[in-house]
């Protein structure tokens, strides 16, 4: 079996996370999970935008002036994106978390003991690296793999018990599996620029 690594990154996360309500579910945009009608067609936006990026980049090449025009109205679309997301109010409640992940799983702190192999509906709002602004939404189905205790938060008024949680992602559609990929090696891209710079 061909043996793959997955590179993994630490960064703030939105992150919404429940029970599944149907064991049985494999497609984390199923109708039963009621998420929110504008996530799916903001992420088919995504996917025509990725599809499209490297013809644009040959026009932009070849003809500079097509090339300007359609880069803009891409980016009118953008902001068509951007409000609409605004004006939708059927989003969940997000927790901004810091996570560690990568294409395979994430892991972050929790106030719940969770036990394992429990099936998980989990909604990421991941920023865009170019645009910090602009979030990518991914609906994924994940299990239980670990939920550890920690040292308690001795900071908030009462203290509450803290979990390391680690998942596995078990369901993610292909579009989002590549763009967790492409994410990560972008981030990691960015930083290890900023570092270079900062030691020069």
């Known amino acids: 079996m061909e043996r793959r690594e997955y590179f993994r990154i630490e960064q703030k996360l939105g992150i919404h996370y429940r029970a599944l309500p149907e064991e049985h579910l494999t ?3 199923d109708e039963s999970l009621k998420l929110p009608a504008t996530l799916t067609f903001i992420n ?3 996917e025509l935008d990725h599809e499209t990026s490297l013809t644009l980049k040959k026009i932009q090449t070849r003809q500079s002036d097509i090339g300007r025009y359609l880069k803009n109205m891409n980016q ?3 902001l068509l994106e951007m409000a609409i997301f605004n004006l939708d109010t ?3 409640k997000i927790d901004w978390r810091d996570a560690n992940y990568s294409e395979t799983g994430i892991g972050f702190k929790v106030f719940e003991s969770l036990p394992p192999d429990l099936k998980l509906h989990l909604i990421l709002a991941i920023p865009n690296p170019d645009n910090p602004k602009a979030c990518h939404w991914l609906s994924l189905i994940s299990s239980v793999i670990s939920c550890d205790q920690i040292e308690p938060d001795k900071s908030a008024e009462e203290e509450k018990q803290i979990y390391q949680l680690g998942l596995s992602f078990k369901y993610v559609s292909d579009f989002d599996k590549q763009y ?3 994410h990560i090696l972008r981030v990691q ?3 290890r620029r900023n570092q270079l710079e900062a030691d020069d």
């Open 180 to 182: 967790l990929a492409r």
């Open 90 to 92: 059927s989003y969940p």
């Open 44 to 46: 088919q936006i995504h």
């Open 76 to 78: 009118r679309l953008h």
């Open 189 to 191: 891209s960015i930083r």
């Open 27 to 29: 497609n984390p945009y």
